[in-house]
């Protein structure tokens, strides 16, 4: 199994920034497939940033050229950058991923985002 845990969600003023981290413990994670995902209340869980097979980055359109998905693959940790925060961003995030021994994937206990405008 993969046990991811989330940190750094809060509350903000539009426009501010936070960054979000997602370390994980126990079985190794298959390459390229962590990601974040968020879902605001009433709302259907939504990809925002992973991974391509090529490794690159991709993202949501709502949050291109605001949000960066990078990793540190010595920490086990993966994070994202949010610049720009709009009020439509409130939504609690997740992390996911992963592992290599099977194709489920694994799901962080979500960090509350909260954007006031």
């Known amino acids: 199994q993969v046990q991811l845990v989330e940190s750094g969600g809060g509350l903000v003023q539009a426009g501010g920034s936070l960054r979000l981290s997602c370390t994980a413990s126990g079985s190794m994670v298959r390459m390229n497939t962590q990601a974040w995902h968020r879902q605001a209340p009433g709302k259907q869980r939504e990809l925002v940033a992973g991974f391509t097979s090529g490794g690159g980055p991709n993202y949501a359109d709502s949050v291109k050229g605001r949000f960066t998905i990078s990793r540190d693959n010595a920490k086990n940790t993966v994070y994202l950058q949010m610049n720009s925060l709009k009020p439509e961003d409130t939504a609690v995030y997740y992390c996911?991923?992963?592992?290599?021994?099977?194709?489920?994937?694994?799901w962080g206990q979500g960090t509350q985002v909260t954007v006031s405008s």
């Open positions: 996911a991923a992963q592992s290599v021994w099977s194709p489920k994937t694994y």
